[in-house]
């Protein structure tokens, strides 16, 4: 009797957690990525591997400790970029400035990525007076580091 409650409770609770969101989200893996979620940010904007952050509420102020430096392939274009060790900006809603810390190889070059804007689906990536748009989706994953490298 106990165990036909059960299985009836089961049933009950599967279907309702399973037609909640017919397009889930993959989950934040660290409090860090689901912070960054609250902003209207994707998860995929950080490698998987935050150690440690801090983010002043009032100002926006935030700090990602990554352990060591970390290198990942964005998509869709396939950019190597890096992650700086410590990685700060300052973050409001839709709106991420003052960033300092990723890098994204580009054209033959290194670019500093100094800004990051969502909206309307679409990431838009600030370097310096250029920008460039790439839809949100793309970012709905965090990736983990490439070669992980003890130097630098
Ligand atoms: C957070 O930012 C506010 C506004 O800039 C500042 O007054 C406050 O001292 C900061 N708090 C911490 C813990 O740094």
């Not at 839709?94 to 670019?111: N, T």
């Amino acid at each position: 009797m106990a165990g036909l409650l059960a299985l009836f409770s089961l049933f009950l609770i599967l279907p309702l957690s399973a037609l909640s969101d017919p397009n889930p989200k993959p989950v934040p893996p660290t409090q860090a990525h689901a912070e960054l979620t609250t902003y209207g940010f994707p998860i995929g904007l950080l490698p998987s591997s935050v150690q440690s952050y801090s983010l002043n509420h009032t100002s926006g102020e935030f700090s990602l400790d990554f352990g060591s430096s970390c290198k990942i392939t964005l998509p869709p274009d396939n950019y190597l970029a890096t992650y700086s060790k410590t990685v700060k900006g300052k973050i409001a809603q839709g709106r991420i400035a003052e960033l300092d810390g990723i890098r994204v190889r580009a054209f033959f070059k290194w670019w500093s990525i100094t800004g990051i804007r969502s909206g309307d689906g679409e990431l838009v990536f600030e370097v310096g007076m250029v920008t460039a748009k790439y839809p949100s989706k793309n970012f709905d994953e965090s990736l983990e580091c490439e070669g992980k490298r003890s130097s630098s």
